[in-house]
């Protein structure tokens, strides 16, 4: 099968204004750069002379940038500690346009804080200052009664699990009821560990691995991802699967038994981090565009190409997605098999 260049290139154009509510855990991401030219005479670790720090948002919260970096209108929805590293994390989301009304501060946790020392080009050490604990029910129930209230306004929902406590069972079971009832598309990068809560989303985008674990079976072969695709599509009943295969590209299932597989398009690869993020984003929000599952797909893949070729966690612009597709040279064939 074979997909219109032009077609997916007017795609993107689509994006602007969508709103969307990213519903997940927020990261503050902390990074100290500096020097090390010597060991400390306290122990066996290099002494750093700090000169730079800066604040980047992880989690829900890079999911969030990309969709802004497109053109979307976004609300965020998750918990803060009500700590000093709240308010960056606030203030940082408010200075990119987010909207937080969906915030909430929890006095009993901290927000989540990954701080990492780096020297040299180096990281010297990471410092975690989190919570994995659920919700109270009282947060959740007041996340519930916002959305609730506020869903008619959203084109669509993101869920974004990162395993810190904001995506328990009682909120997506709630959350995709919702969702289903005001007829909204609901996705998810799913957690390895929360499987069991997803069903009845519309469509999950979880890697190989993640994959594998979902469908409680180890993939030996290109051959057995055809099954594991079905036996994920079964369990969870989604209208679409697209599991990510790094150098391999993806794979794409739908609910009337089709799958694709997407080869990659990424000219050079300096760093995947935050590139599950930039997939769910613009695959959402193509969808949303009104974008077939199959678009939606190769757009992605387009646009994770796009920032596997840059350094940290960063985000792909719509044009810089409309110029990849343009770039690329070889025809845009979609195979219904493997290609060996």
């Not at 969709?67 to 408010?94: E, M, P, T, Y």
């Amino acid at each position: 099968m074979k997909l219109s260049s032009n077609q997916l290139q007017k795609i993107p154009g689509k994006f602007k204004g969508k709103k969307v509510l990213v519903v997940g855990d927020l990261i503050l991401d902390h990074y100290i750069f500096g020097d090390a030219e010597r060991i400390s005479p306290e122990a066996p670790v290099p002494v750093v002379w700090a000169n730079k720090e800066s604040f980047v948002g992880g989690g829900a919260v890079n999911v969030a940038l990309n969709l802004i970096d497109l053109g979307a209108r976004v609300s965020l929805c998750g918990v803060v500690g009500n700590d000093h590293f709240g308010k960056v994390l606030v203030s940082l989301v408010k200075g990119k346009g987010i909207d937080t009304g969906f915030v909430a501060k929890d006095r009993s946790r901290p927000t989540t804080l990954k701080s990492r020392v780096v020297a040299v080009q180096q990281q010297v050490v990471r410092i975690d200052w989190e919570s994995q604990e659920f919700l109270p029910l009282s947060i959740n129930s007041r996340v519930l009664d916002r959305i609730k209230k506020s869903i008619h306004q959203f084109d669509g929902v993101i869920i974004e699990d990162y395993g810190k406590g904001v995506i328990n069972p009682s909120l997506v079971d709630q959350l995709v009821r919702i969702c289903k009832k005001y007829d909204k598309i609901i996705t998810v990068d799913p957690k390895e560990e929360h499987f069991d809560y997803y069903e009845n989303v519309t469509a999950m985008t979880p890697n190989l691995k993640e994959a594998q674990i979902a469908g409680q079976m180890t993939v030996r072969s290109k051959e057995q991802i055809n099954l594991l695709g079905e036996v994920i599509m079964d369990r969870f009943k989604l209208k679409g699967l697209l599991i990510t295969m790094g150098k391999e590209g993806m794979r794409l299932f739908l609910d009337n038994g089709k799958s694709f597989h997407i080869p990659t398009y990424a000219l050079e690869v300096y760093d995947v981090t935050g590139a599950g993020d930039t997939v769910v984003a613009v695959f959402t929000l193509a969808l949303l565009s009104g974008a077939s599952y199959l678009e939606a797909a190769v757009i992605a893949n387009f646009a994770a190409g796009v920032v596997v070729g840059k350094l940290g966690a960063a985000t792909a612009t719509k044009d810089e997605i409309i110029q990849r597709i343009k770039k690329n040279k070889d025809p845009i064939y979609l195979h219904t098999k493997w290609k060996l």
